[in-house]
């Protein structure tokens, strides 16, 4: 996971500007709630400069969700996390909190974008990663950073050489994240494409990263694939599942011709399962039979969360 540490220092000991990222806490903010009331006390590197670790960025985030809430920081800063969770919790503020913390980065790397910075659209991702669980990068950083990246090439305020750009870093990103997680050599297996005519790879490399994070093996195929060649290379890696991803809403419907060539090929010995942006305006009785309609990401999770549940039971 080398660029996720490169942009949090060692993995696990953040800088000031990623804390600062985080948390929502202005850099000076921070150095004063250290100087005046001690709230963390973070280690010094080599050079001098603070590093913080997982535990500081959690109670400085549960201070500034406390702090919104009207507490004072000079009676917080006295509290144990467990004491601050517990106010934070009984006043409705976690759920506040949550939002606000992805939106930060969002709010960042579409700025660096309109500036064709890539440097700080890498920099603020590998800190989301590092510092957010994969769930809420992809749902609350990810997804509404490309897709306001889409947006605004739509409205002519994004060029496509600056989409580019971003689609790069997120692709980039994702697949070497995907690649830290240690494999199980008897996990379930999946097989992850787009059929013919789909070039949009993202959802199903997200698809991948969360497979990852539950050691399933995945065998990525790229985009733009025929329904034969995805079956044959299913049943050679003796795959449990071939997810599908369908984005552009015009590809849907003939999608369902290859979706039923699939499955018919697939039938009895792996499943299938359909999911994107545009499936969610598939109704369940178009799906062929033999497809699982997977519409929403919380239902991907479960179904992987029951699949890795039989296949281990
Ligand atoms: C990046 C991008 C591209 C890149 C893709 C590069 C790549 N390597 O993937 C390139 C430049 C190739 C591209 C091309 C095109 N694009 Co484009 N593109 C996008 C953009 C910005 C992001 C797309 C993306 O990856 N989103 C996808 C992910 C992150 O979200 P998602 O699909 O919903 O996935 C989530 C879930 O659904 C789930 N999921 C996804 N798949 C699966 C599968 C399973 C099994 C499960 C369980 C879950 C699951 O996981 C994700 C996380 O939760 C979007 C903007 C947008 N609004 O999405 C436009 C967009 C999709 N593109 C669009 C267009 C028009 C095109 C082109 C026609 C442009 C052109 N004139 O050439 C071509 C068509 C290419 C083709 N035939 O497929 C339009 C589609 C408009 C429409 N019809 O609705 C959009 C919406 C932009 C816009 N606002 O106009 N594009």
């Known amino acids: 996971m080398n660029s ?10 953040f800088t000031i500007k990623a804390v600062s990222q985080a948390t929502g806490l202005t ?16 280690s010094r ?12 960025v959690a109670r400085l985030r549960l201070l500034r969700t406390a702090t919104e809430l009207g507490h004072t920081i000079s009676r917080l800063a006295t509290l144990p996390d467990d004491d601050l969770a517990k106010l934070v919790a009984q006043s409705g503020g976690q759920a506040r909190q949550l939002p606000t913390r992805g939106q930060g980065f969002v709010e960042r790397a579409i700025d ?3 500036h064709s910075d890539p440097g700080t659209v890498e920099e603020l991702l590998t800190s989301a990663v590092a510092l957010l669980p994969p769930t809420e990068v992809i749902n609350a950083v990810i997804v509404p950073l490309v897709r306001e990246v889409g947006e605004r090439w739509h409205r002519g305020e994004v060029s496509i050489a600056q989409e580019h750009m971003v689609t790069d870093i997120v ?10 997680y240690l494999r199980s050599d008897n996990g379930p297996s999946l097989v992850l494409s787009t059929l013919s005519g789909e070039r949009h790879e993202l959802g199903i490399l997200l698809c991948s990263w969360l497979a990852a994070t539950r050691r399933y093996r995945t065998h990525y195929l790229g985009v733009d694939c025929p329904a034969d060649e995805i079956a044959r290379f299913a049943l050679e890696v003796e795959a449990h599942a071939v997810l599908v991803s369908l984005v552009m809403p015009e590809n849907a419907v003939p999608a369902l011709a290859q979706l039923n060539d699939l499955a018919r090929r697939l039938s009895g010995r792996c499943e299938v399962w359909v999911g994107g942006f ?12 033999g497809c699982i309609l997977l519409p929403g990401s919380s239902d991907f999770e479960r179904r992987l969360d029951l699949m890795a549940a039989q296949h281990y039971s």
């Open 27 to 42: 850099v000076e903010t921070l150095r004063a709630w250290e100087r005046r009331y001690e709230v963390v006390q973070p």
């Open 45 to 56: 590197d080599a050079s001098g400069h603070r590093t913080y670790s997982a535990a500081d």
């Open 112 to 114: 660096a974008t309109m």
């Open 278 to 289: 545009a499936a969610r305006d598939l109704a369940p009785e178009d799906v062929p039979a």
């Open 4 to 13: 996720v540490s490169s942009a949090a220092g060692t993995f696990g000991h």
């Open 171 to 180: 692709r980039r990103l994702v697949i070497s994240v995907s690649r830290g």
